[in-house]
T-cell receptor, first 114, second 114 residues
Framework: NAGVMQNPRHLVRRRGQEARLRCSPM?????VYWYRQLPEEGLKFMVY????????ESGMPKERFSAEFPKEGPSILRIQQVVRGDSAAYFC????????????FGQGTRLTVV | DQQVKQNSPSLSVQEGRISILNCDYT??????FLWYKKYPAEGPTFLIS?????DKNEDGRFTVFLNKSAKHLSLHIVPSQPGDSAVYFC?????????????FGTGTRLKVLA
């Protein structure tokens, strides 16, 4: 049973380009969470999704950021018109449905905006 | 507004001694708490958790203590080993809200000296 898979591991984008980060949850998991870790900081919650639904996006910046978790395929975190301040490690976590209180994290995508 | 605080950014402990990592929270609705360990360039890995109905949970060398009245939890590692050197994050969740999102502290970097 493969763990949470994130790709790419490293992504370099020029200012103004789009970044797409992918997350495949663990098999059988239907809850996905995205977190961002800025240098020397902790993990900040961004968004919580279930299949085809955004449950809580209270941590998402109001502009340029969007997330989806379609019925088929991975969850996507999309950042449009990236700026230098978007450079960070982005982690995805997944958990099973009801009753499961532990989330498993992927290895993260390190985004560098140049 | 930092709802989960880890006030010690770093801690050094001699091998074989006890490591105590502390965490404070402000939201009285939090009812589930977790500790994650993170090595550089990897995702956080789950270590141990505790529900608010308990005040102690033990798993091998790791014990988590919860003091609800003080809104404080701590992770004890005994005996500490060099392989325990990592960044430790505490996280809290309001499971009653049904969103299952975790709020993380900023982490404590533990260094176990051989």
């Amino acid at each position: 049973n493969a763990g949470v898979m994130q790709n790419p591991r490293h992504l370099v984008r020029r200012r103004g380009q789009e970044a797409r980060l992918r997350c495949s949850p663990m098999k059988g998991h239907s809850h996905v969470y995205w977190y961002r870790q800025l240098p020397e900081e902790g993990l900040k919650f961004m968004v919580y999704l279930q299949k085809e639904n955004i449950i809580d996006e209270s941590g998402m910046p109001k502009e340029r950021f969007s997330a989806e978790f379609p019925k088929e395929g991975p969850s996507i975190l999309r950042i449009q018109q990236v700026v230098r301040g978007d450079s960070a490690a982005y982690f995805c976590a997944s958990s099973a449905s009801t009753g499961d209180t532990e989330a498993f994290f992927g290895q993260g995508t390190r985004l560098t905006v140049v | 507004d930092q709802q989960v605080k880890q006030n010690s950014p770093s801690l050094s402990v001699q091998e074989g001694r006890i490591s105590i990592l502390n965490c404070d929270y402000t939201n009285s609705m939090f009812d589930y708490f977790l500790w994650y360990k993170k090595y550089p360039a990897e995702g956080p890995t789950f270590l141990i958790s505790i529900s608010s109905i308990k005040d102690k949970n033990e798993d091998g060398r790791f014990t988590v203590f919860l003091n609800k009245s003080a809104k404080h939890l701590s992770l004890h590692i005994v005996p500490s080993q060099p392989g325990d050197s990592a960044v430790y994050f505490c996280a809290a969740s309001d499971m009653g809200s049904g969103t299952y999102k975790y709020i993380f502290g900023t982490g404590t970097r533990l260094k176990v000296l051989a």
